[in-house]
Each structure stands twice: as structure tokens, then as C-alpha cells.
């Protein structure tokens, strides 16, 4: 099996220990929703500081995330956990279940990406799956479906990022939305010269933002052009 390592990165509070992108047949055996035939991302991710956040902040940052991404609340969560003695509490209007521990934190990233291969990277339907490590406790393999390896990336380290702004800053800052505005017009007209005043002209938006988005979306690597001799390529991550 060969996967691809594409990126190794600090976005704010969390660390990204690796993004690979390739086929991870065990996979399927902790999940029974994961499609045939659909690779997979797979990010390790250290979130600190360890341990959870209380029931108030979670739905803080879950809303916050659901004003950027508004498909996100009717994400269906865990149902083939129900009957694990995992505590999930479920919440009204919130999607996405809640453990009380690091691994909430993990989990919305997980769901955001997931979003972001619908919204972006061309999936009908997307499914992901968090699994926490024993040891150290504060670190988690997120496996999600992905047609797309470059979009993965820069959904990975994006959804990274924003959930790490809304931890140490509270509030997103709308200007995140121009980013991701403008992933999706880069994917619908994916021939567009990559300037910023024929951009900015087609979004009719100010140049100064455009820059900012274009600079993001260089930033998370969404313009990797995954070619061989710039990822690695190796045998069972
Ligand atoms: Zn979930």
C-alpha cells in the first residue's frame, strides 16, 4: 500500500504530526459506512492542552463552526456508537456528540474536514472516523474519505486552524469566510490565472482580501501540486 505524507505543521494550538493521503484498508473494519473505492485522508493531530472542555465551549466552538459551515449541523454522528458505553451526550440542534475529553476538540476538526470534501472536493457523501491514541492521550488519528488528496490538505489544515482561532480567540474572524470563498471558486474554474487583480475583479472583492485569501490557501496547500519527488512516498503510515 502507498500512501503519501504531504505536510507536517503547528497551526495555532495544535500540532499536525502528518497528512497522508492513500488507502488504509483497516479502516473498514472500525467502520461500516466508509465507501469502497474511496481513499482516505489520514491526519495525526496533538491537540493541547489535553483534556476537555466544559459542555459551554464546545457549543461554542460547534456553533461558531456551524455559521462557517451551516451543512455541518445535519452531519449525522456516531450511530454506530449508540450502544458503546462511551457517555456521548447529545445535544439539541448540535450535531456532534460530546465525550468531555481532547478528543471533542479532534472531533469537530474531523467534522469540518469531512464538510469540506463535500463542499469542495467533489463527495456525494463523506465519512470520518476519530480514533484517540492510549498513549499520549492528547493525540488522534482522524481518517476521512477523500477523492480529492490536494483539497484534503488544505481542508485538513484549514479546519486546524480555524478550530485553534476560535480556542484562543473566541471568535472567528469573518474574513476566513473570503478563504474559503475563494477554495471554491478555484475549484469551479480551476484554469483561472492565480493573480490577484484578475481575481479580485472576478470576486469583486477588495485586492487586499484577495491577497489575504490567496496567501491561506498557499499557506494550507491547496496549491500542491502533489508531483512524486515532493511527497514521500511509503508503506503503511
Ligand atoms: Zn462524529
Redesign the pocket.
Known sequence: MLTRRMGLQTVGLMRILSIAYGQFPQVFKLYSRFQPGIGHLKVILEITPAGGFERARFLTVFRQLAEFFPTISQ?S??EEWETAPLYLEKEDGVS??RVGEAADVA?LI??VIVDMQVGLGGLHRCS?L?CGWKDPDNRFDLFVECANARVGLFASQFAVYLVSRILTKRKLSARNRFVLTLAAYMQANPSVNIDVPGLARALGWKKRDTEMALSRLREFGFFENGKDDEVREEEDV
Open positions: 452531519h454522528c456516531c456532534i456528540k472531533h474531523e467534522h470520518g476519530t
